[in-house]
């Protein structure tokens, strides 16, 4: 499970109200920050900073849940309730992540998106997670790792090997539990 702070503004031209930066919105955008590079981690740690602040400015302690899924094709973030995707991002195009030093819950990821006028745009996504923030970074990496090793059965078949996957092999085991729900993720 995974909480996410809600956009900050969804339209600097809304008027005078002031916004809840982490709050429920009325309209279905998806809470972002757009980066100007991505080229290290520090635009997520800066990020984390500013999600991290602003919570503690506006006293801010509910989130909306998701539970996100990492394949090895995308990250999706999943309503709870009603099971049906809230947003999808193409694991090619994260080209960042990482998890907080010191707040182990915080995990970040930047999202490069080609744009309708040929260009393209990164934005950085941060969540709180119930999971440890390496865990799901190392869920993403693996993620990553599979897509790059595709193109070799031989070097496949390694990688799955050294991976710990439930009984069934259809999950990978963040987690030090016991698969006690028939092959089916742990959920928190």
Known sequence: ??????TEFLDQNRGSRRTNPFG???DESF???EVKT???????YEAMRQVLAAR???NIFRMTESHLMVTSQSLRLIDPQTQVSRANFELTSVTQFAAHQENKRLVGFVIRVPESTGEESLSTYIFESNSEGEKICYAINLGKEIIEVQ?????????MLSIPLTNDG???LL?????DNDGNPNEH
């Open 1 to 6: 499970d995974i909480v996410l702070p809600a």
């Open 24 to 26: 429920e919105t009325e």
């Open 31 to 33: 809470p972002e920050a």
């Open 38 to 44: 991505d080229s290290t981690t520090e635009v997520i």
């Open 56 to 58: 503690a400015i506006h």
């Open 151 to 159: 193109k070799d059965p031989e070097a496949l078949a390694q990688l």
């Open 170 to 172: 259809k999950y990978v």
């Open 175 to 179: 987690n030090d539990q016991p698969d």
